[in-house]
């Protein structure tokens, strides 16, 4: 029996951030009245939650620069009415009711789950000592940035090399910490390639940032974690879908802990949506579900669960895995599989990796280092890498859009990419990957 | 009857730079044994001809550093012999031999033609006098450099608004000299939208570059163009494909004289490939065949020339009409069709034009603009305008990759961008576009 959209059309998201006023929006413009409530557990709502570990490093001078709307801005603008501080305790899906940790209870004849992750909390000796900090919350970071104004530590360790405790990092020595990073996993980030791992090392060693992974961090102590200096830790070993509240309320979750979503973004409970880091997504390169949460998604999937809350059935055809981070001032990015995870989902896949000048010397082209990847018989391109200093964002988006588009090295190298000396080569980097990867294919 | 490639091969290749050279170096790379000369009429070969305004301007300090590779290392490296100063004066086809201009004859068993292009003449009363200059080939920019140097002129009018028109008007401007850009057509540049001749116009006003669109120069006399003060005349008034050899030739000539060529590069004539700015080129969106001379679609064209010419059966997909020009520090980048130019080939088009930053205004984010452009009914991609200080080439790119893929706005909004405050906003200004322009189509 499937569920029927009632005459009092009443949308409640659950989440502020990004998914789920994204989906609030999108619903008031294709639905002039639609009762519209989001509910955020936090104090703010709409905020650049990946601006914040750049408030810390100074970049952004006033956290409030990072609010896009407020709360009245939703009531006036858009009549959408926005609870900030308030928890769902409970989802009673059987009777269409949301409960709140004021006791209240709201009707919901269509639901966006938008609840976003919560921060692990690894198992170390000390890691609720007051000067160890989460790197996650707007709460946070304002209480990272106070002890910082106030304690003024000299040293800090974090724990975890992910984007967030690379950008944490980065930060505290800007600030002028000395700072260490200490990494569970055998590689920083996401492509576990040793070339990539050692640039990154390299990097940081530059900064007098000391990276030691395979690292488990055992002890916090006045001081100290483990034996490394440390007045302050920041503890960013990874996040999780907080999704406790859609698992009671018997929503198919996926082994991470992801909400379950077709393609349309509904869950397993008809006329019940999920969007952003809560919400499973489609991986268009591996070709199955996966849990890859990054604020311009979560962006992408509000838009298309809100839509279809509203009655429309939009479709979100996933992600490629596109990303990108600075790393003590140099670019990070990639898109799709590396070598090594195209070859643990089953991929036959091959990979050339080259340097070149994103212009010419004299419009001071910067090097580049790129990494291509692809299926072995098919051609099917799986994935890149680029690492620079700059102009390395729209070389791993050119990799982006044809991944999206399913593209073969024989399409995809000769992309007709712009060329003029202040700006481009004649042969793109990625064109050159491109072209070096075909020869490794030719001759395997 | 099919020509078959007998057993002494022998590849001649007319024409030294790009796509000469390209075509060259990949026949070599594919088959050892084949005897390869290249002839090229001028003095140098092998350099990068879109430096030269810069070299100009002041920013390329020596025009050697845009010599690639010498004749010697051709010979050296690759076994290909390179002839300069060579002219070919006929191609005798039906004997299969090039008779060059020092009255010899070569006998080939492949020919590759790649002859580049030549600038056309304007009638303009006195447009023969000494402080006249083309700014085509190397040898017209050594004079115009020499007589920079010994004239020290004060005024300048440039006669054509072109990619080297507007090159040339601001390098002469950073120069220090006055500068007034005449132009017979209605709009600088291929994207006539009067937008974007509007910025144009604007930016060349801060840089104190006059441009005047609708005048046909009429005289050039002392001091003078028409009313403008000219101590020196650049005419950049367009160029034609160098193809009265081919035609001789019997070689089929699309109506504005570039070498029809079919996918594998193949001239009417079997055995004879065309490679680079004297070819037809397929514009994969207009899906006809067209002639967009550029120094890397010329690289491109090249590589598949040259290994078709050596019995491979490489195809060249075409192009879709990117480019990319810096008019007085702005990027104009532009692929595929503008709404008027596809309207005129036979879309429906639409199209939506925003402004939005390139990364976050604390991460010093540029203000671009992007008009994209669709078609109606099926929603297919047809083109792009970026334009911007910086931060453009990989917007057009991403475009451009979209487009050689075929991908429709739907498919196109979602494309999985990498996003990070450093590198980019959260929705990148393509996929703001993207949706605009979706808006635009539903209300249309």
Redesign the interface.
């Known amino acids: 029996m499937s569920y029927q959209l009632p005459e009092g059309r009443r949308l409640v998201v659950v989440g502020g951030v ?1 998914a789920g006023l994204s989906a609030a929006s999108r619903a008031r413009k294709l639905d002039a009245d639609m009762q519209i409530t989001v509910l955020e557990r936090g104090p703010v709502v709409s905020y ?1 939650a ?2 914040l570990p ?1 408030w810390i490093e100074g ?3 006033d956290r409030e ?1 990072l609010l896009v709307h407020s709360p009245e801005f939703f009531a006036r603008e858009r009549s959408i009415q926005v609870e900030i501080n308030t928890a769902v305790t409970e989802i009673a899906h059987g009777r269409r009711r949301v409960l709140l940790s004021d006791g209240r209870e709201l009707p919901y004849d269509r639901l966006v789950l938008a609840m976003g992750t919560v921060a692990r909390v690894p198992e170390i000796d000390g890691v609720d000592a007051p000067h160890v900090f989460a790197a996650h919350t707007w709460q946070d970071f304002g209480r990272l940035h106070s002890f910082l104004a106030d304690r003024k530590p000299a040293t800090a360790v974090v724990v975890g090399a992910g ?1 967030v405790g690379l950008e944490m990092a980065e930060a505290l020595r800007m600030r002028g910490l000395r700072v260490t990073v200490v990494e569970a996993g055998a590689h920083p980030l996401r492509w576990h390639e040793q070339w990539l791992s050692q640039r990154i090392r390299e990097r940081m060693g530059q900064f007098q940032i000391a990276l030691h992974t395979s690292h488990r961090a055992r002890q916090i102590r006045e001081g100290f974690l483990d034996d490394f200096p440390a007045d302050l830790v920041i503890v960013a070993a990874g996040i999780r879908p907080a999704t406790e509240l859609a698992q009671q309320a018997g929503i198919a979750l996926a082994r991470n802990g992801a909400v379950v979503v077709d393609e349309h973004l509904e869950t397993s409970l008809p006329g019940v949506f999920a969007a952003g880091d809560c919400a499973s997504t489609y991986h ?1 390169v591996k070709q199955t579900l996966d849990w890859i949460p ?4 979560a ?2 999937m509000g838009l298309v669960a809100g839509a279809n809350a509203t009655g429309a059935r939009e479709r ?2 996933g ?8 790393v003590c001032g140099m ?1 990070v ?1 990639t ?1 799709g599989l590396s070598p090594g995870a195209a070859r643990q989902v089953g991929f036959d896949a091959v990979a050339a990796r080259i340097s070149a000048r994103s212009r ?1 010397g ?2 001071f082209g910067e090097m580049l280092e790129v990494e291509l990847v692809a299926e072995r018989r098919s051609g099917r391109l799986l994935g890149a890498a680029v690492v620079g200093d700059r ?8 990799v ?6 399913g ?1 073969t090295l024989d ?1 995809f190298q ?11 080569p ?3 980097p990625v064109l050159v990957a491109a072209r070096q990867l075909r020869n490794v294919r030719e001759q395997s």
């Open positions: 990004a650049g990946c601006g750049y970049q952004v001078s620069e984007f268009r990054l604020g311009t998604t962006n992408k979100f055809p992600v490629v895995g596109t990303s990108i981070v600075k670019a990015a898109t010419p004299y419009f102009d390395v964002e729209g070389r791993i988006n050119v982006a859009t044809a991944l999206g588009a593209m399409e000769f992309t007709d990419l712009c060329y003029a000396p202040p700006y481009a004649t042969w793109d």
